[in-house]
């Protein structure tokens, strides 16, 4: 046998015959004339020359050097450029020059798959063709087609493709030329297409597909590593073998790039044959199809593949591990992923023995839609109006449909369009009498068929999951199904099948999508609780069931309460409960325990002198409340058995008189934490918290709740995009100066979910509520430029019964029971927005309620108590970007809801006594530990949302300001001033001269 050493020399051996000298700089076939370079980054441009040899790239005013590495390898990175329509030159010079022509700046998309996607312009129908055609003189249209398919055992560094535009291959289709399977995807012209004509900037799409391959074929080293998916790879023993063939096929590569040029230049066809060994490792197709064309920068992905993987049960983990891996290869964090949903097809009409009349949707399809909820930067498009009846066709010939749809995503996604990306998809079925409602989102201006028929292709199954067809109609924006066969239907179905031809979709034309799912039946116990009139009818209380990993809070209004205390609402939400009178009363709660465990009790308390015992299982624990105002008094832990739990509160209510206002004893939930579990919260909440000294010694900021309510000094509101547009920055950063103010707490939302951003997390789940104007951005850095600090007021709307805002919430997953998807659409908003403006933004104060009963807008109730968001995880979401970024939690809302928080919200507070701060934090209370802040209103109200109506007078005069400002200033406390706001950005004339006199009377600080 060889050593390991013999091994080793072979190796170098191999590799230095099979490596062309490098005199001459060479480049990569991905990089060059006619290429399309990535707007607003920075784009790799990377080549092969001497090693050592110093290597110049210039380009759009930009000269870059670097020297080629010991294996002859160099790249440079351009500075990020702007879009440009210009047809430039780029100069590679080393020991020899390389002039690459017409060379333009826009959006690059790589369009990948198997057949479907490689499925050519030569193949699609007349009409499409004809509108194909009516493009030749298009310019700014460019593909990079990778003709020949190539796979290798190893990463190749140079690929088989070359780049046009269209008055290539649309010239080649005329003549003929291009057949069905060639290169120029169908798929991916319609798409770069829709996106040129949209943007109108230079769009180029990659091309690399091959018809037939498994998606395995295509992941990334990577993307295997990352999902520990095995990775078949070439063994020790074979690796001189393997590295002799990729020389090999560079060679071939070389030649056939050599041929594929003088095509090109005398406008022939460029023949896409090229015959290669094959490779016999997991990912070949990806070594030679992808890797390539690494680091070429991109925008995203479209992805049509599936049919080759129609029984696949990991399908999903596969398409985690090669967008995880193409998405770290490409260098674009949470890549734009967008996929095809298969074309209804009869599987059983091809050679594939024992296929399932649902496999493509159990495997593929599925999977598709799991990914579009979980992997960031995946979303789905479906296209069964392709096939026109045509079921046995594998290959439907309408490709426009598909294209235009994936470009759509992208137009909405990732460049802020507001227009419709989607068609309904199935959002909740529930069952009475018999039939089946189905409710669906993202429908546009109604349900209807596309033949004017009943819908189509609804089954429906009772406990035995044996599906029979169901009449369905359409009522309003749902749809009603039903069948004599089940008249208990415990799960339904649509199209889910690999022929459904489904005819619903909305009155814009996007059919629905294919769902699978169980019906949730009709509730059999009564709401515990109802709102009607500002009162409050309980009903039979819930079972709450326990986590013992959290702090759970028990909301009175969910227990037994005894005649004597009642519920409070404000503002619809059941927030306390309130002894009617001084004396004795109770309240009872059944509590679900997963396991035999000790629990600290706690109560969120008003009512100085009152007296509390908790008991449960012949145990108790009392305390007696010996302070002013909402504070939590612990009473003390109780062992819970696994199981049913009574727990009983029995107070001793006093009513707490001071001046001429009598209050009496209030409750606003009774905490059960397991002792270590609470421990662990607290500490690594008092780990992570901000005190900033900036914040402690500001004085006085300015707050403005300006959104899409906001109205102008006369007239109408402007839509969205044309207020932001229209707003006066300029005027804006004067205000801001000539006040003196330190910081400024800004609207990025008020109750209604509007940005004056662009954000594509907001814009995947409602349109229409972004701007293109990133006015935020620019705020933050005129801001800056003035030493002036930034935090974002953020209103995520949701406010149990009362809402301003339903669309959003409903998009956003706010009337759901299980408030999980809500929250994680706050947390990638909060996310998306924290890393774009890094240390530019300095804090954010959070308002709309993050503690309520678990309640939704249809009346009914998840039953699982109080709601309380995630707010350990929101608090980091809001802190990406910046570790040291503020947060607060609206302090209105009793008690204190979370210590994953920085500083009081101070809503309405002017200031605060001595006795209650120290060095500007709360001594105690529930703001303990708090930095201290208030926040008033100097004219009528938060915002002018009146129209035809002028700014209120302010409410103070210099002299009160100045007196309020100073304290704050003694005692380390920063106040808020909140002005309300014009349309345009302007404010109240006499409020502006009243700051500018408190600037001078105060000093900026």
């Known amino acids: 046998m060889r050593s390991k050493l013999q091994l080793f020399l072979i190796l170098v051996f191999v590799i230095a015959l099979a490596l062309p000298a490098r005199a001459d700089v060479s480049l990569p076939a991905i990089v060059d004339s006619k290429m399309v370079l990535q707007s607003g980054t920075k784009a790799p441009i990377w080549g092969w020359a001497e090693p050592g040899e110093v290597v110049t790239v210039s380009f759009a005013g930009q000269t870059k050097k670097t020297t080629a590495a010991a294996n002859g390898k160099w790249m440079i990175k351009l500075d990020p450029l702007a879009v440009s329509a210009q047809p430039r030159t780029m100069a590679i010079q080393a020991n020899n020059e390389i002039t690459l022509n017409d060379v ?67 010239e080649q289709m005329q003549a003929g030329n291009i057949r069905v399977y060639d290169s120029h995807s169908a798929v991916a012209f319609f798409f770069g297409l829709k996106l040129q004509q949209e943007l109108q900037v230079p769009v180029a799409v990659i091309d690399s597909s091959w018809g037939g391959t498994k998606i395995e074929s295509w992941i990334a080293d990577e993307g295997y590593e990352m999902e520990a998916l095995a990775l078949r790879k070439v063994a020790a023993k074979d690796e001189a073998t393997a590295i002799a063939q990729r020389e090999e096929l560079a060679a071939k590569i070389q030649k056939w790039r050599a041929a594929a040029r003088e095509s090109l230049e005398s406008h022939k066809f460029v023949s896409p044959n090229l015959k290669t060994p094959q490779s016999r490792g997991s990912n070949g197709i990806y070594n030679g199809m992808v890797a390539p064309l690494v680091p070429f920068s991109i925008k995203g992905v479209v992805w049509y593949q599936g049919e080759s993987n129609n029984r696949s049960k990991d399908y999903f983990q596969k398409l985690k591990a090669l967008t995880g891996g193409w998405s770290k290869v490409f260098d674009v964090p949470d890549i734009p992923f967008y996929l095809v949903q298969m074309a209804p097809y009869n599987y059983a009409h091809s050679k594939t023995k024992n296929i399932s009349q649902q496999s493509i949707y159990d495997s593929v399809v599925n999977a598709q839609y799991k990914a579009a909820k979980e992997i960031k930067g995946c979303d789905v498009i479906t296209i069964p109006d392709t096939v026109f009846g045509n079921v046995n066709n594998v290959h439907p010939p309408h ?252 107070i001793d209510s006093v009513s707490v008189t001071t001046g001429n206002r009598t209050k ?93 951003a662009p954000v594509k997390s907001l814009d995947k789940i409602i349109s229409g509520r972004t701007t293109s104007r990133d006015l935020l951005g620019e705020m933050a850095d005129r801001l800056r430029e003035k030493d002036v600090k930034l935090i974002f007021y953020y209103h995520y709307g949701y406010e149990c019964y009362h809402s301003q805002d339903k669309a959003w919430l ?156 100073k304290r704050s200033r003694q005692a380390r406390y920063p106040l808020s001033i909140n002005l309300e706001m014009y349309e345009d950005g302007s404010v109240s004339p006499a409020s502006a001269a009243l700051l500018k006199e408190l600037k001078a009377a105060v000093g900026k600080k």
């Open 104 to 170: 333009l700046v826009g959006e690059v998309w790589l369009a990948s798959g198997q057949s479907n996607m490689e499925f050519s312009i030569g193949g699609i129908v007349a009409e499409e063709k004809a509108l194909a055609a009516a493009e030749i003189d298009n310019k700014l249209l460019r593909m990079f087609c990778h003709g020949p398919k190539v796979s290798s055992a190893l990463p190749l560094p140079d690929g088989a493709g070359y780049w046009s535009d269209c008055s290539y291959f649309v």
């Open 664 to 756: 009496r004893f209030l409750i606003s939930a009774i905490e059960l934490a397991q002792p270590a579990a609470k421990e662990a919260i607290v500490k690594e909440a008092a780990a992570g918290q901000q005190q900033p000294d900036w914040f402690k010694d500001a004085g006085y900021g300015l707050m403005f709740q300006w959104t899409n309510r906001a109205t102008p000094v006369k007239g109408p509101i402007k839509p969205w995009e044309e207020k932001v547009n229209d707003f006066d920055l300029d005027q804006f950063i004067q205000l801001v100066d000539d006040s003196g103010a330190s910081y400024v707490i800004w609207s990025a939302t008020w109750g209604n979910q509007y940005i004056s």
């Open 399 to 650: 490709k426009k449909t598909a294209g235009d749809r994936l470009a759509a995503l992208a137009l909405h996604h990732d460049y802020g369009k507001p227009i419709i990306c989607s068609g309904p998809r199935f959002e909740t079925a529930s069952a009475k009498a018999g039939s089946v409602t189905v409710t669906f989102d993202r429908i546009d201006q109604g349900l209807e068929t596309a033949d004017g028929e009943a819908p189509n292709w609804f089954e429906v199954a009772g406990v035995d999951k044996k599906f029979v067809g169901a009449d369905a109609t359409i009522k309003g924006d749902t749809v009603i199904a039903s069948s004599p066969e089940v008249p208990e239907p415990m799960y339904i179905r649509m199209a889910w099948n690999n022929i459904a031809e489904q005819n619903l979709r909305d009155k814009n034309g996007w059919p629905a999508f294919s769902f699978n799912a169980d019906v949730s039946q009709e509730a059999k116990k009564i709401n515990p609780y109802a709102v009607t009139a500002n009162k409050v009818t309980l009903a039979e209380p819930a079972v709450l069931k326990l986590d013992p990993d959290v702090i759970n809070m028990l909301a009175p209004s969910l227990g037994e309460l005894s005649p004597d205390i009642q519920p409070v609402v404000k503002n619809y939400m059941v927030l306390w409960c309130e002894a009617k009178k001084d004396g004795p009363c109770q309240i009872q709660w059944t509590v679900q325990a997963p396991a035999d465990g000790k629990y600290e009790v706690s109560a969120s308390v008003e009512g100085k002198g009152s007296r509390l015992v908790a008991s449960c299982n012949d145990q108790q624990q009392e305390a007696t409340v010996t302070q002013n105002g909402w504070h939590r008094l612990v009473l003390g832990s109780l062992n819970l058995k696994a199981g049913q739990n009574k727990v009983r509160l029995d």
């Open 810 to 965: 409903e998009a956003a997953g706010g009337h759901q029971a299980d408030k999980s998807q809500l929250y994680e659409n706050l947390q990638g908003i909060l996310t998306e927005l924290g890393d774009r403006y890094g240390d530019k933004l300095d804090g954010w104060w959070f308002d709309g309620g993050a503690r309520y009963l678990n309640c939704h807008f249809d009346g009914s109730s998840g039953a699982e108590g109080i709601l309380t968001a995630p707010l350990k995880s929101i608090t980091a979401a809001a802190r990406s970007g910046n570790p040291t970024r503020m947060v607060a939690y609206n302090s209105w809302i009793k008690p204190k809801i979370t210590r994953f928080q920085d500083y009081y919200g101070g809503e309405g507070r002017t200031g605060f006594s001595p006795r209650e701060l120290s060095d500007g934090i709360f001594k105690s209370g529930r703001q303990q530990g708090l930095q201290a802040h208030g926040c008033f209103i100097l004219e009528k109200r938060w915002g002018h949302i009146d129209l035809n109506t002028p700014i209120a007078k302010p409410k103070y005069s210099l002299e009160q300001l100045t007196r309020l400002v």
